[in-house]
């Protein structure tokens, strides 16, 4: 007999989602280029990520930029919506692009179109009744903040941040509630470009400047923590982390000491900073060692004690192995992150290894160091999917997929674990950060658009909306 698990009452279930990669309408309502719109689609994105050359200029003649049009869920909000609440979503996340509010970044005034529009689409929510959870940065900077300030590395962005947050407190306060600050901010210490903005020239660079940048995020974090504290009574504002469980190889003591270092460093540093309100001691060696030295104003001390978060969400995609002894050389990549092939895991098809086990782990350790609730925000599989004959999509290799991480969660909570919900990622298909590919599908709704950008965009219902919507019904008793 298969076990039940008992979920908590109010368990916020539901799906996530960033806007670059579902609204399109990227000129439409007055809104201004972000650094999204000019990354390309397929594998050239990955090229281009790490290439201090790049100039984030688009070329038309010889790229497809899917984000451009993405999903069209720009026109088409009403429909997706409704798709959510037909599954029965307790909760949507979802990210507000700053470049349809401050079109360029520094303006002192926001765009009343944009704005508005997120209006409408919390308003359709609210007529469901799903609360939205909302990240401020889901990998969107005003490009003009790019090309003409370097991104977070320059302070000024804070000013310009400050003035996004209070446009949207103020204008959302009776609408959102849930609020997230940056999404995987510690994503910038593997991939600094999406996140702070900028390409590093060299390692020593990167150093460098990638803390001083995340010293700016920090504080902008705490920033939006202490004035939706402020603005929104009531509110519960987080910090969103990418976290993986990183694994020694074996048991030689000198790779289970490095694999605990480079997890402090990776899925820590940015968690202590937002949850204890002041950098981790351990910090102070590595900033030695590799002669980082952070330009900390007055008052940035007290900032970060004063914007101590609610709660911590977290994505969570698969977990990492790593070594400096030992003769294994295959190495397996996700996005950001990548380790050492584990020989028990499973991979998916782009190669993320599966490992539902490491989701417990992930739980269990960031509870125990934590003591605060937590928010899976992030969670699922990027799989081809094929339309059959008689026009039904046979995803059962995500339903195992999601069940085997849901079953996971649900011991956790057993294991004593507080938490809050799971949105799982794109609910229905979107574009690929890493790969900007839409063939690498997470949905339980399929969205007719190829990776050339060609298609219907038609919504058509996979065999996993059913099953997702009968777990959200039972409350996570039928899996
Ligand atoms: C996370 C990001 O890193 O992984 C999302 O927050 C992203 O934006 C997700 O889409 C899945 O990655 P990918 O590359 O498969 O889209």
């Not at 999404?183 to 510690?186: A, H, M, R, T």
């Not at 658009?449 to 965009?457: A, E, Q, Y």
């Given at each position: 007999m298969t076990k039940e698990y008992q979920f908590p009452e109010n368990f916020l279930w539901g799906g996530a989602t960033a806007a670059n990669q579902l609204e399109g309408g990227y000129l439409e309502g007055g809104r201004g280029l972000s650094i999204a719109d000019v990354m390309p689609g397929g594998k050239i994105r990955g090229s281009f990520r790490n290439n201090p050359d790049f100039h984030f200029e688009m070329d038309t003649t010889k790229y497809?930029?899917?984000?451009?049009?993405?999903?069209d869920h720009y026109h088409r909000y009403k429909e997706d919506i409704a798709l959510f609440a037909e599954m029965g979503f307790k909760t949507y996340r979802m990210s507000i692009s700053w470049s349809r509010i401050f079109p360029n970044g520094d303006e002192t005034e926001p765009n009343e179109e944009g704005l508005a529009f997120y209006d409408k689409v919390f308003d359709e929510l609210n007529k469901y009744g799903i609360e939205p959870l909302v990240t401020l940065i889901h990998n969107e900077i005003p490009l003009h903040l790019v090309k003409e300030y370097g991104g977070w590395k320059n302070r000024e962005l804070l000013t310009f941040f400050e003035r996004y947050v209070k446009a949207v407190f103020n204008r959302y306060k009776d609408k959102v509630k849930y609020w997230l600050t940056f999404?995987?901010?510690?994503s910038a210490l593997r991939l600094p470009l999406y996140s702070l903005g900028f390409i590093p020239k060299n390692d020593e660079q990167k150093e460098q400047l990638v803390f001083q940048g995340l010293h700016h995020q920090l504080l902008a974090s705490a920033l939006a923590v202490k004035l939706g504290h402020e603005m929104i009574p009531g509110s519960q504002v987080g910090c969103m982390l990418l976290y993986a469980p990183i694994y020694p190889y074996n048991c030689h003591p000198e790779n289970v000491l490095y694999a605990k270092e480079e997890s402090r460093l990776f899925n820590y540093f940015c968690g202590d900073v937002h949850v204890f309100g002041e950098y981790p001691r351990f910090i102070n060696r590595y900033f030695k060692e590799h002669n980082v030295k952070l330009d900390i104003q007055e008052g940035d001390l007290a900032l970060l004690k004063e914007g101590k978060v609610d709660f911590i969400s977290f994505s969570y995609y698969m977990s990492c192995t790593e070594k400096i002894i030992g003769d294994q050389k295959e190495r397996v990549l996700g996005n950001m992150i990548g380790g050492f092939k584990n020989p028990f895991l499973k991979a998916s098809e782009w190669g993320w290894e599966i490992d539902p086990h490491g989701l417990r782990i992930s739980l269990n350790d960031l509870y125990d160091r934590y003591r605060l609730p937590l928010f899976i925000v992030e969670n699922g599989l990027g799989a081809n999917d094929t339309i059959e004959e008689d026009g039904t999509i046979q995803d059962d290799y995500r339903i195992d997929y999601l069940r085997e991480h849901i079953t996971a969660m649900a011991e956790s909570i057993e294991d004593g674990v507080e938490l809050m919900g799971y949105t799982s990622w794109g609910p229905i298909d979107i574009v690929s950060a890493g790969t900007g590919e839409m063939s690498k599908r997470y949905g339980f709704i399929y969205v007719d658009?190829?990776?050339?950008?060609?298609?219907?965009?038609n919504r058509m219902k996979k065999k996993s909306f059913d099953w997702y919507k009968n777990v959200i019904a039972t409350n996570g008793r039928e899996l």
């Open positions: 497809v930029y899917p984000n451009h049009q993405a999903i999404n995987e901010i510690n658009k190829n990776d050339d950008g060609s298609g219907t965009f």
